[in-house]
């Protein structure tokens, strides 16, 4: 058996724990932190979702992390820094809001955070094959003129985050 996620029905009532596997292909309601990192430029990360990636490989992306059982968002977060993007520093993170990403493949309620991070971004785990920080206006272009190339997860997150702070760092 591999990762145990928590599922949910759509009004978040924990259901019990299922497979990392089933909750994707069953389409289970789960639970993931979405952090939108930006320099202090106020340009965001984006990057290239690996090619063997089982969810929306090959596309451009903010990172995202699954929670684990009984773990704090903020918890969550962070290890998704370190294990995706190579940050191990304790930066400031701010909640953004929270909304229900519904995706064939992807269920999912959705924690958005930003924080804003002044160092070197790496990448770890094999999620992304490259990844680079973005004008906000280039971003925005991106997903209005090549939204394609965006995962679908991105193209909700960002959506939601605009409208939560109009695409601002701070």
């Not at 029905?9 to 299922?18: F, H, V």
Request: proline share 4%; net charge positive.
């Amino acid at each position: 058996m591999g990762e145990l996620l928590q599922v949910f029905d759509e009004k978040k009532n924990a259901l019990g724990l299922a497979d990392r596997g089933d909750v994707h292909s069953k389409g289970l309601f789960h639970e993931a932190v979405h952090v939108l990192l930006f320099n202090p430029k106020g340009e965001m990360f984006l990057g290239l979702r690996a090619k063997n990636k089982d969810i929306n490989p090959g596309k451009w992306s903010t990172f995202g992390e699954h929670k684990k059982p009984g773990e704090s968002d903020e918890a969550a977060a962070r290890r998704g820094m370190k294990e995706e993007l190579g940050i191990t520093q304790k930066i400031p993170l701010a909640f953004v809001g929270e909304f229900l990403m519904k995706n064939p493949k992807d269920r999912q309620f959705s924690l958005i955070y930003k924080a804003v991070f002044d160092g070197k971004v790496g990448f770890a785990d094999n999620e992304f094959e490259e990844g680079r920080f973005f004008p906000v206006s280039e971003v925005k272009r991106i997903v209005a003129e090549e939204n394609e190339k965006c995962s679908p997860n991105f193209l909700q997150v960002w959506e939601f985050f605009l409208k939560k702070t109009g695409g601002k760092a701070k």
